[in-house]
């Protein structure tokens, strides 16, 4: 079953950061998928981050996410990348990458990122 495995969450200080990783779980990443980060904080709807082509390499995110995240991806190792700068308490939460691509693929696990004041 193909599937994201992010990883790369854990448990940091406000004003530091983490790289999140996103790679697919019985397959690899192909031209047409576009990879979207999400994420979910406790009591709240999951919100999307930004996404990238995984061909292009075509970069958005949501404007309340411009700034302080960077997501990028590498396609040889194909491997998404998500950098997570300046982190504040609120942004702790579940962050996912999400395949899209004309086949449904499933969520994944997410990686827990956890920012204590």
């Known amino acids: 079953q193909v599937q994201p495995a992010e990883s790369g969450g854990g448990v940091v200080q406000a004003g530091d950061s983490l790289t999140l990783s996103c790679s697919v779980s019985g397959g690899t990443f192909v031209g047409d998928d576009m990879v979207a980060w999400y994420r979910q904080a406790p009591g709240k709807e999951r919100e999307v981050i930004g996404t990238i082509t995984w061909d292009a390499g075509s970069r958005h995110y949501a404007d309340s996410m411009r700034g302080r995240f960077t997501n990028y991806r590498n396609y040889h190792e194909n491997r998404a990348w998500l950098d997570l700068n300046g982190l504040k308490p609120w942004d702790t939460a579940i962050y996912y990458c999400?395949?899209?691509?004309?086949?449904?693929?499933?969520w994944g696990q997410g990686a827990q990122v956890t920012v204590s004041s």
């Open positions: 999400n395949i899209q691509r004309s086949s449904v693929v499933d």
